[in-house]
Nanobody, 116 residues
């Protein structure tokens, strides 16, 4: 079992940047995939970005070229660098860990609001 805690959310103007962090309660070395998902009011939760143990990445179409996911196994942390933010990026952002053979791990979420 592992607990995930997100941080770094907040209010930012359109065009601005934020960096989200997801810190785990233990080593993430064995966690096969770490990802960021988001859910806006009235919408389904959707993939933002994910990264494998080997460093392969995958992004949702709407964030490609603007967001970057990275993982620091030594710090038990996954980051999401978000640039050129748009109002439609407003959502609660969740961190998820997938370890084969166990239920997925989810954080409690952090609010990102993009507004002038």
């Amino acid at each position: 079992q592992v607990q995930l805690v997100e941080s770094g959310g907040g209010l930012v103007q359109p065009g601005g940047s934020l960096r989200l962090s997801c810190t785990a309660s233990r080593s993430i070395f064995s966690i096969n995939v770490m990802g960021w998902y988001r859910q806006a009011p009235g919408k389904e939760r959707e993939l933002v970005a994910r990264i494998t143990k080997g460093g392969s990445t995958d992004y949702g179409e709407s964030v490609k070229g603007r967001f970057t996911i990275s993982r620091d196994n030594a710090k038990n942390t996954v980051y999401l660098q978000m640039n050129s933010l748009k109002p439609e990026d407003t959502a609660v952002y969740y961190c998820k860990g997938t370890e084969w053979g166990t239920p997925d791990y989810w954080g409690q979420g952090t609010q990102v609001t993009v507004s002038s």
